[in-house]
T-cell receptor, first 112, second 115 residues
Framework: AQTVTQSQPEMSVQEAETVTLSCTYD???????LFWYKQPPSRQMILVIR??????QNATENRFSVNFQKAAKSFSLKISDSQLGDAAMYFC?????????FGTGTRLTIIP | GAVVSQHPSWVICKSGTSVKIECRSL??????MFWYRQFPKQSLMLMAT?????????EQGVEKDKFLINHASLTLSTLTVTSAHPEDSSFYIC???????????FGQGTRLTVV
């Protein structure tokens, strides 16, 4: 079974600043992936970044990076140089044993 | 990335009728498809997982006779909400994964309103 906790229901950040969204998870799988998805008002799910659990190096994707702490089962997302288009719901999701489980989400607001 | 098309994007149906939602993988073979339900301002709740040619595996608490899932081909899965009631009104999202993929690709979602 997989569980996900996103302890920040809402976050806000000034445009061009940096924000970190937290996520902790639990899984019984030894081989799994971790994802951050973004859901804008259109409700289309957009993959932001992914991390293979067997890799120690933190994934980066342009302005997005993660801090993956496997032993602590922590997977936070850092957004640098925040832009207005980053405003959305962000979901953390472990993927193991062919099951993708979503956290409760964090609503990110960008302040112009 | 790969493209998943979900249709219709919205539907209104009368209480007691059935409605079918289609999920198609356009440029890859989807060996596994997932169906989610999302209530307003909430997370995505996994309803069921289907593998091509097999019966769907439903999550606990999901009525398999109400939410019929068919995955008859490698590019198409359908969710039929039978005898719909107003409490079935929700946003339904499908996602699809190919055998060699390490991620699932999402459809645009379907907003179902039962009146």
């Amino acid at each position: 079974a997989q569980t996900v906790t996103q302890s920040q229901p809402e976050m806000s950040v000034q445009e061009a600043e940096t924000v970190t969204l937290s996520c902790t998870y639990d899984t019984s799988e030894s081989d799994y992936y971790l994802f951050w998805y973004k859901q804008p008002p259109s409700r289309q799910m957009i993959l932001v970044i992914r991390q293979e659990a067997y890799k120690q190096q933190n994934a980066t994707e342009n302005r997005f990076s993660v801090n993956f702490q496997k032993a602590a089962k922590s997977f936070s997302l850092k957004i640098s140089d925040s832009q207005l288009g980053d405003a959305a719901m962000y979901f953390c999701a472990p993927f193991g044993n062919e099951k993708l489980t979503f956290g409760t989400g964090t609503r990110l607001t960008i302040i112009p | 990335g790969a493209v998943v098309s979900q249709h219709p994007s919205w539907v209104i149906c009368k209480s007691g009728t059935s409605v079918k939602i289609e999920c198609r993988s356009l440029d890859f073979q989807a060996t596994t498809m997932f169906w989610y339900r999302q209530f307003p301002k909430q997370s995505l709740m996994l309803m069921a997982t289907s593998n091509e040619g097999s019966k769907a595996t439903y999550e606990q608490g999901v009525e398999k006779d109400k939410f019929l899932i068919n995955h008859a081909s490698l590019t198409l899965s359908t969710l039929t909400v039978t005898s719909a009631h107003p409490e079935d009104s929700s946003f339904y999202i499908c996602s699809a994964k190919g055998q060699t993929n390490t991620e699932a690709f999402f459809g645009q979602g379907t907003r179902l309103t039962v009146v």
